[in-house]
């Protein structure tokens, strides 16, 4: 029989649970040993005997035991499955050298039994310190003396503790490896280049050499071997790794490096600590960019080159290592900077080419920074962007310019030039307080006998109420809410104080009883007409929610005595006996303008928010919530992998594998003191918003479908950071995660809920049907103040998406971060308002307690213009700076520098920080100061509608709608309203006048098919109307626009013309757009497909007509001038421009930058230089556009003075005539400039009757030249 198998199975006892002999083993050992027959039926097993105890070198045999126990992997999982399951097998103890071997011993005995030949075999175990266990069996068989003898050595060293040791050993080196293996991971496979970086910013090179060893091994084959060492001379460190794989040598090298420079840096003194570096002239500790590393060298290099004496040629010397070869099978490449010949730096080699060229370029740029330091503190002192690259101070611009142009220039300037101008009077004149306010419309105060007869209907209505049946639950439902037991507490308390605070937990009514409890207190004491209460609410979704809220809850239907108030929609209550719910943004600026009127008027205001400063009296209000159970990370991979085969829900997406790797990185020490990475030009900055950034949307789905599939009553929530987020999601949930069909609508609603998404606002409160369950993804608009009832799962990216403003660079970036931990609480709170609920947070515990308390305050992540412009508005007696210095977080010194700076370039402040007369009127107009100079420009120039529409549209939605699924079409459309313009602006009017123009005509029907198949928001084009109106108030009000007839404050009506005589002219257009903010011009940087502005370079334009998909398919002209509205990162951080506008070098020149003239060439704002190309003498082509420059100062310094003195803008001929003459100009430029002839793009098919409307309706809005394309 072969027992090779069965002998070594074993079954536990379940009444002594000890190991015992299976019975194949017994049957074996009753053949051998016939006077130990073991009993195997009738007879109850009987425990085995003890070993005896043995000492290092006992042998035992078989005969000696009668029932051997024999340890197995389940009781040492630390040991290789392969010595329990086939202990003979000496190769299997190999895994242990380094704590003992195994010798096998056989020997053929020549006594013999029963005429049969006794094998002898011994397994023998010699541990580290030398001590030796043996196991020995003798029988008629080789390989049984062998297996068994085997055994007998697994069952001794089980026994005497060894195997334990053994165990336990393996374990602490199973975690040295891992850990060995963390640090390796975070040297990764770039450590040498780590290592580089940081000895380049000592100005150090470290050397590093690579040896090969060959040795034989037991079959006479040789073996490669290899050393590395790292030698760092400057800071003492030497460090060398030996081993069979090169790869694997060099990283363990580094290991031993990065530990050798922790330890250096410990032993340094603290004033000298790892946090701080010996940095060398010309470079900043703050400022990554400012060190010398692999992303500078070669660009410092040839900046180098450009700079040193005699013509410099770099050159690279490469090669390879000999006879060393990488795993790869290829030889190491090897790589040197030469510099005129001479080697420069050190010979660097790397498995790959191109990274021996890096590291060979970063050791030459050290050599010559040590020997020429002064130019390396000019390249650190050179111009730069954000990226750290270098940006050239000049960029030439060929600029074409005719004789007769010149000659026209010379004719219109005349006029202009010599007209007389009064003497300037003070900038900081007092105009009549009252002039620019920013009035609205307040009720006026009622009778004596309306106050009598208001109050009456309001008590006979309110009675009525009381008495009225059908309202019954409802009134229940209030009469439990905590904060109408509190009811009588909260009268006194509002009563007898001008200032209360009530501190209301959540679910406790807060915000809905509180106004109602003082207004019915008022109806029932026949004073309700003296109550008029506002309560701001933090978003319009929640004003709008709550006042249906408490409209219903009064038996009212929404504006009887309850409404709201938002951002171009107001459905107010009438005055006397009223509640407006508003947000905090529209009584701001309501108090900013007219703040008598608003006290007049207002009997209560109840903040939404903790704003009081002050102490005041208080009370507090326990909520009514319900318990809510928090699940983690950790928790919800367990119960996912509980329920389902993993690669089922996770493995499948290495998105969501990466992001749990990061969480789980979080429960980690980290093993290193000193961050040598810091110093690498942003990509420890850049890396931490890439992990911030990534959302998991797998394990999101998944998660919505185990919660639907282990649950089947309540809605889910889920908190997602943007738009694009929520629609990844659905997309993941309608690919049926886990098998659930979340596309059948009878048993899911899917609803995307975000501020875009008007019409889900409302849906999202509605009850589904029976036996369907609502999916809500939202963003944190559905955070605060907004009550879904059926909530009953809640589940939490612990992401949102916040807009910050880099004021030093004025780079706007929407930053996907990390919700605060308030955040966090009001999140989990939505599951628990009307029932038990359960929150998922999809982020761990260890992640939770990095969140900051709070979210980062809007003022320290916002442009401050208008902060600081409203602050001299209110508060003339004070400085900005002080009265900011005052907030409870207080913006950086620097952004508030900035914002001044700015609105002084503006004209809205004085070098001495006065308000202005266009200050003022800025300040009251409802736009961002520089789109406010844009409107005035409008007056000025006679080009007022489109550019006040421009103006209206800025503080808007995108007038463009890029469906995900459409959005080639829509870009169709867009392209069709551009008319080959290569203007996003110029689309904007144009989309914006057919729209108006059809809307005009009355049928709404045709209105709505013409937005929906054009792909234009319907509720920007109403917000854009609305807010032209108010801005056209302001205007009249101020002086700035003739008053015009009532017919001008219908939506659908322009402006008289005479402020519109230019408005058809595209140039004119183009050009007052940059008039806006000169500094926001950028240059396409030759025929590729980057742009550049002053400071920054590398810049894509990703989105609207110039959108550049590759250069080869660009359509925009080398070095073409391009005006935009803002810069952004996008998701990968890469800057990019948007609202582009091509625009002429004589635009540029006349209204862009300061111009200046060095030598025979013009330059705009100093990094702009053109070459004129004339065929009149250049001095006299210089001159002219020097002059026409100053003829337009002039004439805007004449308006703002006539502004300061409240004299209208439009009634001064000579002002008129320049301004025409500047069109004219224009005009005349284009035509002249040959690379700007742009080719024919094709039309996108709007429908029949609907493509000419433009065209027969405002010819003047379509085409610069007149002409149709």
């Given at each position: 029989?072969?027992?090779?198998?069965?002998?070594?199975?074993?079954?536990?006892?379940?009444?002594?649970?000890?190991?015992?002999?299976?019975?194949?083993?017994?049957?074996?050992?009753?053949?051998?040993?016939?006077?130990?027959?073991?009993?195997?039926?009738?007879?109850?097993?009987?425990?085995?005997?003890?070993?005896?105890?043995?000492?290092?070198?006992?042998?035992?045999?078989?005969?000696?035991?009668?029932?051997?126990?024999?340890?197995?992997?389940?009781?040492?999982?630390?040991?290789?499955?392969?010595?329990?399951?086939?202990?003979?097998?000496?190769?299997?103890?190999?895994?242990?050298?380094?704590?003992?071997?195994?010798?096998?011993?056989?020997?053929?005995?020549?006594?013999?039994?029963?005429?049969?030949?006794?094998?002898?075999?011994?397994?023998?175990?010699?541990?580290?310190?030398?001590?030796?266990?043996?196991?020995?069996?003798?029988?008629?068989?080789?390989?049984?003396?062998?297996?068994?003898?085997?055994?007998?050595?697994?069952?001794?060293?089980?026994?005497?503790?060894?195997?334990?040791?053994?165990?336990?050993?393996?374990?602490?080196?199973?975690?040295?490896?891992?850990?060995?293996?963390?640090e390796m991971e975070a040297i990764g496979p770039r450590g040498k280049l780590e290592i580089y970086n940081y000895a380049a910013s000592y100005l150090s090179i470290p050397q590093v050499k690579i040896i090969s060893h060959t040795h034989g091994n037991k079959f006479g084959t040789s073996k490669a071997k290899y050393t590395v060492s790292i030698e760092l001379e400057e800071q003492n460190i030497f460090v060398e790794a030996s081993g069979n794989k090169?790869?694997?040598?060099?990283?363990?090298?580094?290991?031993?490096?990065?530990?050798?420079?922790?330890?250096?840096?410990?032993?340094?003194?603290?004033?000298?600590?790892?946090?701080?570096?010996?940095?060398?002239?010309?470079?900043?500790?703050?400022?990554?960019?400012?060190?010398?590393?692999?992303?500078?060298?070669?660009?410092?290099?040839?900046?180098?080159?450009?700079?040193?004496?005699?013509?410099?040629?770099?050159?690279?010397?490469?090669?390879?290592?000999?006879?060393?070869?990488?795993?790869?099978?290829?030889?190491?490449?090897?790589?040197?900077?030469?510099?005129?010949g001479d080697p420069i730096g050190t010979e660097t080699f790397a498995p790959k080419y191109k990274d021996a060229e890096i590291l060979a370029y970063l050791t030459g740029a050290v050599d010559l920074a040590k020997k020429y330091p002064e130019i390396l503190k000019q390249f650190f002192n050179a111009n730069r962007g954000v990226s750290g690259k270098i940006v050239d101070a000049l960029i030439p611009v060929p600029f074409k310019i005719s004789h007769d142009l010149l000659s026209f220039i010379s004719k219109v300037t005349r006029p202009i030039l010599s007209a007389h101008v009064d003497e300037p009077i003070d900038p900081r004149i007092e105009a009549d307080q009252d002039y620019l306010k920013f009035r609205r419309s307040f009720s006026q105060k009622l009778g004596a006998d309306e106050i009598t007869t208001r109050n009456r209907h309001l008590r006979t209505k309110y009675e009525a109420y009381l008495r009225n049946s059908s309202f019954q639950t409802i009134r229940e439902l209030r009469a439990s809410l905590p904060m109408n037991m509190y009811r009588d507490d909260v009268l006194r308390l509002i009563d007898q104080n001008t200032y209360s605070v009530i501190v209301g937990e959540t679910g406790s009514g807060k915000t809905t009883q509180v106004p109602a409890i003082i207004l019915e207190d008022a109806t029932l004491r026949d004073m309700a007409s003296n109550v008029n209460i506002i309560c701001t609410q933090p978003r319009r979704i929640a004003a709008q929610s709550v006042a249906r809220r408490v409209a219903y809850e009064r038996g009212e239907k929404l504006q009887e005595t309850v409404g709201y108030h938002v951002h171009m929609d107001a459905k107010r209550p009438p005055s006397g006996g009223s509640i407006t719910y508003c947000t905090t943004q529209i009584l701001l600026k309501q108090l900013q303008h007219c703040p008598d009127e608003v006290m007049d008027s207002v009997s209560h205001i109840i903040v939404g928010e903790d704003g009081i400063m002050r102490p005041c009296p208080s009370i507090s209000v326990p909520g009514k919530t319900y318990p809510v159970e928090k699940k983690y990370l950790d928790d919800v991979i367990d119960e996912l992998n509980r329920n389902y085969r993993k690669s089922n829900c996770l493995d499948s997406c290495k998105d969501t594998q990466r992001y749990l790797q990061i969480e789980d990185d979080l429960k980690k020490e980290p093993s290193m003191d000193f961050n040598w990475k810091k110093i690498r030009d942003g990509v420890a900055g850049a890396s931490k918003e890439n992990e911030d950034s990534l959302i998991p949307y797998n394990l999101i789905a998944?998660?919505?479908?185990?919660?639907?599939?282990?649950?089947?009553?309540?809605?889910?929530?889920?908190?997602?950071?943007?738009?694009?987020?929520?629609?990844?999601?659905?997309?993941?949930?309608?690919?049926?995660?886990?098998?659930?069909?979340?596309?059948?609508?009878?048993?899911?609603?899917?609803?995307?809920?975000?501020?875009?998404?008007?019409?889900?606002?409302?849906?999202?409160?509605?009850?589904?049907?029976?036996g369907c369950r609502k999916i809500v993804l939202a963003t944190n608009i559905a955070e605060t103040s907004i009550t879904i009832p059926d909530v009953k799962y809640v589940v939490d990216t612990g992401k949102l998406n916040e807009m910050h403003y880099d004021p030093m660079t004025r780079i706007k970036n929407l930053k996907c971060t990390w919700i605060s931990k308030s955040n966090s609480r009001q999140r989990a709170g939505r599951a628990g308002r009307v029932q038990n609920g359960f929150y998922y947070a999809l982020f761990s515990k260890n992640r939770l307690d990095t969140l900051s308390v709070y979210g980062v305050p809007q003022l320290l992540r916002s442009d401050l213009q208008e902060v600081c412009l409203g602050t001299k508005g209110l508060t003339l007696n004070y400085s900005i700076k002080d009265f900011l210095s005052d907030a409870v977080e207080k913006p950086p010194p620097e952004a508030v520098d900035t914002a001044i700076k700015d609105l002084i370039n503006l004209g809205a402040l004085t070098k001495d920080e006065e308000i202005t007369p266009l200050g003022k009127l800025l300040h009251s107009l409802p736009v961002d100061p520089d789109m406010g100079k844009l409107i005035v420009f409008g007056v000025i120039f006679r080009c007022f509608d489109p550019l006040l529409m421009l103006a209206a549209a800025s503080c808007e939605r995108d007038f463009f709608v890029r469906p995900p699924l459409k959005r080639r079409e829509a870009d169709a459309a867009r392209r069709y309203f551009g008319r080959n313009s290569n203007s996003d602006i110029i689309a904007l009017i144009n989309a914006y006048r057919e729209a108006q123009e059809i809307r005009r005509r009355g049928r709404y029907s045709e209105f709505a098919a013409f937005m929906s198949q054009n792909f234009l928001s319907t509720a920007t084009f109403e917000n854009i109307q609305k807010r032209m109106i108010q801005i056209k108030e302001v205007l009249v009000a101020s002086g700035l626009l003739p008053r015009p007839s009532m017919k001008m404050y219908r939506p659908d009506d322009r402006v008289d013309n005479l402020v519109n005589e230019n408005s058809g002219n595209q140039n004119l257009i183009r050009a007052l757009s940059l008039a806006r903010c000169p500094g926001n011009l950028a240059v396409r940087i030759g025929s590729t497909s980057k742009f550049r502005t002053k400071t920054e370079g590398d810049i894509l334009i990703r989105s609207g007509l110039n959108a550049i998909r590759s250069a080869?398919?660009?359509?925009?002209?080398?070095?073409?001038?391009?005006?935009?509205?803002?810069?952004?990162?996008?998701?990968?951080?890469?800057?990019?421009?948007?609202?582009?506008?091509?625009?002429?070098?004589?635009?540029?020149?006349?209204?862009?930058?300061?111009?200046?003239?060095?030598?025979?060439n013009l330059r705009t704002d100093e990094w702009i230089s053109y070459r004129l190309n004339t065929n009149s003498d250049n001095l006299t082509a210089l001159k002219c556009i020097s002059n026409l420059r100053s003829g337009l100062a002039k004439m805007l310094s004449m308006s703002f003075m006539d502004l300061a003195q409240r004299k209208s803008l439009v009634d001064d001929n000579t002002r008129r005539d320049f301004s025409s003459a500047i069109a004219s100009v224009l005009n005349r430029s284009e035509t002249e400039i040959a690379p700007y002839n742009f080719e024919k793009q094709p039309y996108y098919s709007l429908g029949a009757g609907t493509r000419d409307i433009l065209w027969r309706t405002n010819p003047r809005l379509a085409s610069s030249s007149g002409q149709r394309p």
């Open positions: 029989m072969n027992y090779s198998v069965s002998f070594f199975r074993y079954r536990r006892s379940l009444i002594n649970n000890k190991a015992i002999l299976s019975t194949p083993i017994i049957r074996f050992l009753t053949k051998l040993s016939p006077e130990n027959r073991i009993r195997t039926k009738s007879a109850p097993l009987k425990p085995p005997k003890k070993f005896k105890q043995v000492n290092s070198q006992t042998e035992i045999s078989l005969n000696e035991t009668k029932a051997i126990s024999i340890p197995t992997h389940a009781d040492f999982p630390q040991l290789p499955k392969s010595i329990f399951s086939e202990p003979w097998v000496t190769k299997n103890w190999l895994t242990l050298s380094e704590l003992g071997k195994v010798i096998e011993g056989s020997t053929l005995n020549s006594r013999r039994e029963k005429g049969v030949h006794q094998w002898r075999s011994t397994y023998t175990w010699i541990s580290k310190d030398g001590k030796k266990y043996v196991g020995t069996c003798s029988t008629g068989s080789k390989i049984k003396a062998r297996k068994t003898s085997a055994s007998q050595l697994l069952a001794i060293l089980g026994k005497n503790g060894v195997l334990a040791e053994i165990s336990k050993e393996l374990e602490d080196t199973e975690k040295e490896r891992k850990k060995l293996q963390k090169i790869s694997l040598t060099e990283i363990e090298a580094c290991l031993q490096f990065k530990k050798a420079v922790e330890e250096y840096h410990r032993e340094k003194s603290p004033s000298s600590s790892s946090n701080s570096h010996d940095y060398i002239p010309g470079t900043s500790s703050n400022n990554a960019s400012l060190v010398l590393n692999h992303l500078q060298a070669k660009d410092f290099i040839f900046y180098c080159k450009q700079l040193l004496p005699n013509s410099s040629v770099i050159t690279l010397k490469s090669g390879n290592l000999p006879n060393i070869k990488h795993e790869a099978g290829n030889l190491l490449h090897s790589c040197q900077v030469m510099l005129n998944t998660t919505i479908a185990h919660i639907s599939k282990s649950n089947s009553d309540g809605a889910i929530l889920t908190f997602l950071p943007g738009l694009k987020d929520l629609e990844e999601v659905r997309k993941h949930l309608l690919q049926d995660p886990l098998g659930v069909n979340f596309s059948n609508a009878s048993e899911y609603r899917i609803i995307l809920l975000h501020s875009l998404m008007t019409e889900a606002q409302n849906i999202v409160f509605e009850q589904p049907p029976a080869s398919s660009s359509h925009l002209p080398k070095n073409a001038l391009i005006s935009y509205t803002s810069m952004h990162k996008d998701d990968n951080q890469t800057l990019c421009l948007r609202n582009t506008t091509v625009i002429s070098p004589l635009t540029v020149a006349l209204f862009g930058g300061p111009l200046s003239q060095k030598g025979a």
